[in-house]
């Protein structure tokens, strides 16, 4: 793989070292078994980028799929996977995902560029920690730290294709010691590479933060999300050498609204243990229309979707060894309400369904270090998905469950190099598309998707800013 910056992980510099968020165990880049990439907001700022896509598209191992020329259908792949590689990609936004039950890809737009404090890219299966969607990989994107210190930005960009968007943000604290807060507001708007490429953005943010101590703290973010955008359709081949701007459907859009909150705490328990726990709630609307010249089709799509995640992370000496183990649970439901309808050559349709899934996982992970340069990692999860299907003819109601495994060693001989070989096993629930097809019928014989994978690679910092990393891996999928 060529050459990447990373300056968070130089040992020279006097800064603190960065935790890698979506570790979840509080790990930094350089102590976990993986290719872990953290790209900060000086660097995205230092290359112009425009878009959370413009971003994903130049890091090494991860590429882009942009059907329709803007972020709002980009579909990110990772370890090779092709067709519906988004589903093997998990990618959360402050540790929320972004990821869709549905067959939609993460909508990239809801992300405005200027409000990214880093991006966290871990390569490779994150299953055991994160369940669903995490197979080829996580991407944990971060926006403005409300503990940064206090500053407020405004700015205009400018770019090709009338290309304009506007950042104001805040960010500081209230007279009262160890409350911070944060806030944003963005909008970007597009013409496009291709005709109906267009779109436009409306984002609003803001959160609040108060740490009693190093160890106790209280959250509270929420966002709002408003886009429109032209899809124009796919080209084949002839029509891209002819011209790979035009639109083979001119008039087809989505609209779409979102919002949610995030409410997260910590506080230690024990004299080595840390208890943490977040809360989340968000509702997705859709409304997509399709115009050919023999059918109109309307998609009204609402998704609600809810969390509680805590975990609790120890860390202790066993028979004189260092050791870390964290124990966490993820409880989701995921609400879906689909209709769709329209005209075909005369003949109106309409199919109308919803899908509840529910969902509850344990995990345990555990670092054993053998000696202070290397480790053992162990770790396993069990997740269940209750589902329920509701159509006009009454409803079904099933389950399933999945389980992953994992297994890694570490070793660092040195500050500046690291070794890693990784074995486990990864699991991915079916979409809400692929269990329900025409009329809201499901296919309660459709099983999760489950695979082994293994890796290994090595990492060394050559200078300042300039890292060098190589994974070799193989994975085998199934169902």
Known sequence: LPAQTSPEAVPATNLPPIIVQASRTGRTADAMPANVRVITAEEIARAGHQSVVDVLQKQAGVYVRELSGNPANAQISMRGFGANSFGRVLVLVNGERLNNPDMSSPNFLRVPVQSISRIEILHGSQTVLHGDFAEAGVINIITSDPDAAPVTTVAVSAGSYDTYGTHLSTSGAFAEEGVTYQAEADWNRSGGYRANGDYETYD???????????????????????????????????????????????????????????????????????????????????????????????????????????????????????????????????????????????????????????????????????????????????????NRVTNRSGADSYSDHEAAYEAALLYRPAEALKLFTRGARYSRAPFVDEVVGWGGVPNTDLVPETGLTLETGAQVILAKEWTAAVTVDQMASQD
Do not use: C
């Not at 024990?270 to 859709?286: F, K, P």
């Open 204 to 386: 609003l943010s803001a959160g609040v933060t108060r740490h009693w101590d190093e160890a106790r703290n209280l959250s509270l973010s929420a966002f709002y999300h408003d886009s429109t955008y032209g899809m124009p359709g796919s080209l084949t081949w002839k029509q891209f050498k002819s011209n790979p701007r035009q639109a083979t459907t001119p008039d087809d859009q989505t609209d779409l609204v979102s919002g949610g909150f995030n409410v997260g705490g910590s506080a230690a328990l024990g004299a080595d243990g840390r208890l943490d726990a977040n809360v989340t709630a968000s509702r997705r609307e859709t409304d997509s229309e399709w115009i050919g010249s023999d059918f109109h089709s309307f998609l009204d799509s609402d998704i609600n979707s809810y969390a509680f995640t805590p975990r609790y992370t120890l860390e202790n000496g066993v028979l004189g060894h260092d050791n870390r183990l964290t124990l966490g649970s993820d409880l989701r439901l995921d609400q879906s309400s689909t209709d769709l309808h329209g005209v075909s050559y005369g003949f109106p349709y309409a199919s109308v369904w919803d899908y509840d899934r529910t969902s509850w996982a344990g995990y345990a992970q555990d670092e054993f270090f053998l000696t202070e340069t290397l480790s053992l990692t162990l770790g396993a999860r069990g997740e269940r998905f209750f």
